[in-house]
């Protein structure tokens, strides 16, 4: 199980960190990603990371800005978002994949949070 804390409503240029906690024991074997939907969209790929926080995978709208990390021990990933912009603002997923091949397609992974909502004004 999986569970997204920290979205919230921020103005432009301001910061949030997620948290994503996992129960289980597996969970340091797992790729870990950050999808977000804003209505009328699909969800999207954000950002993930390899079960050994060796690969890291951002894609241009948010390299720089957001920046992934994970504490196995804790069984919790981060997701801190600085610079936050107003085409930021959408319900943001955290999800668990046991093969991280295609770690920015939603279909390869098998859990799923109930999401938090980041809300950025202008």
């Known amino acids: 199980r999986l569970v997204e804390t920290g979205g919230g409503l921020v103005q432009a240029g301001a910061s949030l960190r997620l948290s994503c906690a996992a129960s289980?024991?597996?969970?340091?074997?797992?790729?870990v990603g950050w999808f977000r939907q804003a209505p009328g969209n699909e969800r999207k790929f954000v950002v993930a990371?390899?079960?050994?926080?060796?690969?890291?995978y951002y894609p241009d709208s948010v390299k720089g800005r957001f920046t992934i990390s994970r504490d196995n021990a804790k069984n919790t990933v981060y997701l801190q978002m600085n610079s936050l912009k107003p085409e930021d603002t959408a319900v943001y997923y955290c999800?668990?994949?046991?093969?991280?091949?295609?770690?920015?397609?939603?279909?390869?992974?098998?859990?799923w949070g109930q999401g938090t909502q980041v809300t950025v004004s202008s």
């Open positions: 999800a668990a994949a046991t093969d991280g091949t295609y770690y920015d397609k939603s279909w390869s992974y098998d859990y």
């Open positions: 289980g024991r597996t969970f340091s074997t797992y790729t």
């Open positions: 990371v390899d079960r050994r926080e060796i690969r890291t």
